[in-house]
């Protein structure tokens, strides 16, 4: 049971928090062309660690992939949508004045 809890709750969470932290230094000390670099490569490492992870409970520890996989996918994906919009937030913020002025 607490293989299911540390791999299928709490990886996701802390791999999308550890991605949340350097693109939030991203954006905000590089600024907004870099973070959309960082943002596609993000996926590339996020795929790797979504691979790694199910590889590791499904293959490797024998976890029931009936349970472990959602579990898993819910996670990442909800921690992914809030990275998303913390990191749109400080993307607004960190807009040019031109820009801003066209969209109004």
């Known amino acids: 049971m607490i293989e299911y809890i540390l791999l299928g709750v709490l990886a996701p969470i802390i791999l999308n928090l550890m991605h949340m932290i350097i693109g939030l230094y991203v954006v905000?000390?590089?600024?907004?062309?870099?973070?959309?670099?960082?943002?596609?490569?993000?996926?590339?490492?996020?795929?790797?660690?979504?691979?790694?992870?199910?590889?590791?409970?499904?293959?490797?520890?024998?976890?029931?992939?009936?349970?472990?996989?959602?579990?898993?996918?819910?996670?990442?994906?909800?921690?992914?949508?809030v990275e998303a919009f913390v990191i749109q937030h400080y993307m607004k913020e960190n807009g040019s004045k031109h820009i801003k002025q066209i969209q109004i």
């Open 28 to 81: 905000t000390q590089r600024g907004n062309l870099m973070s959309l670099g960082f943002t596609g490569m993000g996926f590339l490492t996020k795929t790797m660690g979504m691979i790694f992870l199910t590889w590791l409970g499904v293959g490797y520890l024998e976890l029931d992939f009936r349970i472990y996989i959602p579990l898993l996918t819910f996670f990442w994906f909800f921690t992914h949508i």
